[in-house]
């Protein structure tokens, strides 16, 4: 097996995993997941899986993205049960609008990369609620979860990094997510240092 298959596998793998982390913090009360946010990124997230596969057309790079669809609409499920749900605001509707742009886009014009660009600036705009909250209560994220992502997100960078083919487009959509979660980390990290 090639070492950047291997390493593609494992990003998939520790996102899984780290799903199942976020999960047990969920019933252990450590983080508090809104429903609505997850209703957003689930569609989201099937989204980018579907567009970034078809783009990219390697198994050893999209195979996170597939993982975390998957993951992320069991999380919306497991949300519903153990979240609170708030009525949807007129930012996740604009979010959920550039995601529905985002398959029109795709069907109109056959273009996944097109579909995956608008994609990851909804997941962008997806995150800024979570900010909002978290620099007001940073208790309400557990940081682990968000940090193993981010390391799950740069092993994907380097996948495409050892799998170089000249297709700057499949690095927008990893880069991009390292440094959303990253500032999720971050921003949860603050109640840690702040009580000490």
């Not at 508090?32 to 198994?59: E, K, R």
């Not at 927008?172 to 999720?184: G, R, Y």
Request: net charge positive.
């Amino acid at each position: 097996m090639k070492f950047s298959l291997f390493l593609g596998i494992a990003a998939g793998i520790l996102q899984l995993a780290t799903y199942g982390l976020y999960s047990w913090h969920v019933s252990k009360g450590k983080s508090q997941p809104n429903a609505t946010t997850w209703t957003v990124w689930a569609f989201l997230s099937v989204m980018s899986a579907s567009s970034y596969t078809v783009m990219t057309d390697d198994f050893a790079k999209y195979f996170l993205l597939v993982v975390s669809g998957v993951a992320n609409v069991a999380t919306f499920f497991y949300a519903l049960v153990a979240g609170k749900f708030m009525r949807i605001q007129r930012w996740d509707w604009l979010v959920l609008c550039l995601g529905i742009l985002s398959g029109l886009v795709w069907w109109e014009y056959q273009s996944a990369a097109y579909a995956n660009f608008i994609v990851v600036v909804a997941d962008a705009l997806a995150f800024f609620p979570m900010y909002r909250g978290l620099w007001s209560n940073p208790s309400l994220e557990y940081p682990l979860p968000w940090f193993l992502w981010t390391l799950a997100y740069a092993l994907t960078v380097l996948v495409i990094a050892l799998r170089w083919n000249g297709h700057y487009q499949d690095l927008v959509s990893p880069i991009c997510m390292v440094f959303l979660h990253l500032a999720v980390g971050l921003l949860a990290l603050r109640k840690t240092t702040e009580t000490t």
